[in-house]
């Protein structure tokens, strides 16, 4: 064979998953460390608590996890052998086939670490508490929102002190004074929730975050025409490493993502309206959304932002977005204006009475290191640097927008743009570095659809 048909005997895409899957499997087994599960808790638990023997739990506990995860690690570890087998085979088998073998392990492999992991989590909160084995804000504080609404109370007006949030394990309490999300977090929790409790007789989070997280797996093969790069694209964004902990303790950035590839999907599929209605959904659930709004609008816009139709173009194509957001924000708006925005607002930037801390993996940490600011829940104005990086760092990437408007540069600067706003921010948690990293792997892979988009159709 001559060097130019040579293939390694590798391919990139096995070789991801294989570090994906070991990332994934050691994060989650760190996270066991630090908040072990009680072994009469998980025995407790129905089908899985009968799984082993009492002999298997004596010769298996006390290394890493518990014996049922490590069961799942091991399920994992064979699927992602499976892969490497039909990887080697790949000369052999029609490639049709060996991407819907490598698709269909992947989604495998996820469903083992993440999606049963999450349900494992479940089913042990539902055991042990509502403030137990769960994400205080995604979790318990969104489901506090939705009774609350229930009830007919406003959520951005009332605390959280007497609710399961308060007994969480919160080193700096002020979380139960704010509702730091958009509505749209618990106006579609209210019904889910009620339809659960009526099914099951209880509700928890994740179940909803379950199937935003099937529902973007399902998606996000078509978002490239390429099978290898969709493999690769569902592969980071299925075992994420810090996503998937997300999805697991139920932080609600999936949510998110998931309307954002739904959006992409329909662009892709030649559907802006319901694309605009996606993004609308996202922006009005939480703010690390609107980073893409003015990328969007300039995609929007297309040929248009070289003639003299600009606004009258993307009003045209906006408008559902516009409409949406109008009909979910504006009640609370009106409802209690102050509320919303000290919530929403002024408890992450540090102007609130009871503000967030100081923490995360950015600028904060310099900002504490040389002892700027007397505690780490006073104010510091880091709007200044965020100001000085960002307004330059969005009118290059919206002005290369212009120059090549395409879903790719679209997704690429809602990427940079949220990943320097958030190193530069009061906070800059973990979970802002998986969504970071599903922004990036999005702009890397997504493509148009073959022939000239619509935006840039008359």
């Not at 994934?24 to 638990?45: F, G, Q, S």
């Not at 009526?198 to 399902?218: E, N, P, S």
């Not at 609370?332 to 929403?344: H, M, Q, R, S, Y």
Request: positive net charge; charged residues 15%; contains cysteine.
């Amino acid at each position: 064979m001559s060097k130019a048909n040579h293939q390694p005997p590798v391919s990139f895409d096995a070789l991801l998953l294989v570090a994906l899957l070991i990332a994934r499997v050691r994060i989650d087994t760190l996270a066991d460390l630090v908040a072990p599960r009680p072994e009469e808790t998980i025995r407790r638990l129905p089908v899985l608590g009968r799984l082993l023997s009492d002999s298997a739990w004596a010769l298996m506990r006390n290394w890493l996890t518990d014996p049922i995860s490590l069961l799942t690690i091991t399920a994992a570890f064979a699927l992602s052998a499976l892969y490497l087998v039909v990887d080697a085979l790949r000369m052999r088998l029609p490639e049709v086939a060996t991407y819907r073998l490598k698709l269909g392990l992947i989604l495998a492999i996820c469903a083992v670490t993440v999606a049963a992991q999450s349900l494992y989590l479940v089913g042990l909160r539902h055991l042990t508490g509502p403030a137990s084995f769960a994400h205080d804000g995604g979790v318990i504080q969104t489901e506090e929102a939705a009774k609350l609404f229930r009830r007919g109370l406003n959520p951005y007006r009332e605390d959280y002190s007497n609710t399961p949030l308060a007994e969480w394990g919160l080193e700096l309490r002020t979380a139960v004074y704010h509702y730091p999300y958009l509505p749209f977090t618990f106006l579609l929790s209210a019904p889910v929730m009620a339809m659960a409790e009526k099914v099951l007789g209880w509700y928890d989070q994740r179940l909803l975050y379950l199937a935003c997280y099937a529902l973007m797996l399902a998606l996000v093969p078509s978002l490239s025409s390429r099978r290898g790069q969709a493999l690769l694209l569902t592969a980071i964004l299925g075992l994420n490493p810090i996503m998937g902990s997300d999805v697991i303790f139920g932080m609600n950035d999936v949510l998110i993502l998931s309307l954002l590839v739904l959006g992409l999907f329909c662009l892709r599929r030649g559907h802006p309206a319901l694309g605009s209605l996606a993004f609308a959904l996202a922006w009005a659930s939480k703010s690390t959304a609107w980073f893409l709004l003015p990328y969007y609008i300039a995609y929007l816009a297309g040929d248009a932002l070289r003639g003299g139709q600009r606004l009258r173009v993307v009003l045209a194509r906006f408008w559902p977005a516009l409409a949406c957001l109008v009909v979910i924000l504006l009640p609370f708006v009106l409802w209690d204006p102050g509320a919303i925005f000290d919530d929403v607002w002024a408890w992450s930037a540090g102007t609130s009475p009871s503000s967030y801390q100081i923490r995360g993996w950015g600028l904060s940490n310099l900002v504490l290191a040389l002892s700027l600011v007397p505690d780490k829940q006073a104010y510091f104005p880091f709007w200044i640097p965020q100001l000085i990086v960002c307004l330059p760092l969005l009118i290059g990437t919206v002005r290369r927008q212009w120059r090549d408007n395409t879903l790719q540069q679209m997704m690429f600067g809602c990427a940079v743009l949220f990943g320097a706003y958030s190193f530069l921010s009061r906070f800059c948690n973990e979970n802002y570095f998986g969504f970071f990293l599903s922004l990036l792997a999005i702009s890397a892979f997504v493509d148009e659809p073959s022939g000239r988009h619509w935006a840039d159709q008359d």
